[in-house]
């Protein structure tokens, strides 16, 4: 069996990590096992970050619609009840987009909302 010399699969493979550690600093953009440490902690911390993006996205559109809806004299829990009552099917982040963007549209919502606070005849 021929011996396998393996000097071009390692060197792409360092080539790869070195290539992921551009723009660190110091030691860590150079040298292969410190740079290994490095890209392999940047990719677990961007593997957990975009899960939490969703839920930093969530809890803003909720604090949106809350400072918004008690300007109409809606906690943001009677708003949301009061919108599922009356079906509509808005998500946060329409909801809070409006909250900001579309103050008229925002009121004629709260009011929606208001008026369907107790839960329909079922």
């Known amino acids: 069996m ?3 010399k393996r000097g071009v699969a390692a060197r792409k493979h360092k080539h790869n990590i070195l290539r992921h550690a ?3 600093r110091g030691r860590r953009k150079n040298l292969i096992r410190t740079a290994q440490e490095a890209v392999a ?14 839920r930093e996205f969530r809890r803003l559109w909720i604090a949106r619609i809350n400072a918004a809806s008690r300007q109409h004299d809606l906690s943001y829990s009677r708003l949301m009840y009061g919108l599922k009552n009356a079906g509509v099917e808005l998500d946060r982040k329409v ?7 579309d103050a008229a549209g925002f009121e004629q919502l709260a009011q929606l909302a208001k008026a ?7």
Request: no cysteine.
């Open 2 to 4: 021929p011996r396998i």
């Open 22 to 24: 551009k723009g660190y």
């Open 41 to 54: 902690k940047g990719w677990n911390y961007s593997y957990r970050d975009r899960r939490a993006r969703k």
């Open 95 to 101: 909801l809070a987009d409006m909250a900001i963007n």
């Open 116 to 122: 369907n606070q107790q839960a329909p005849d079922a």
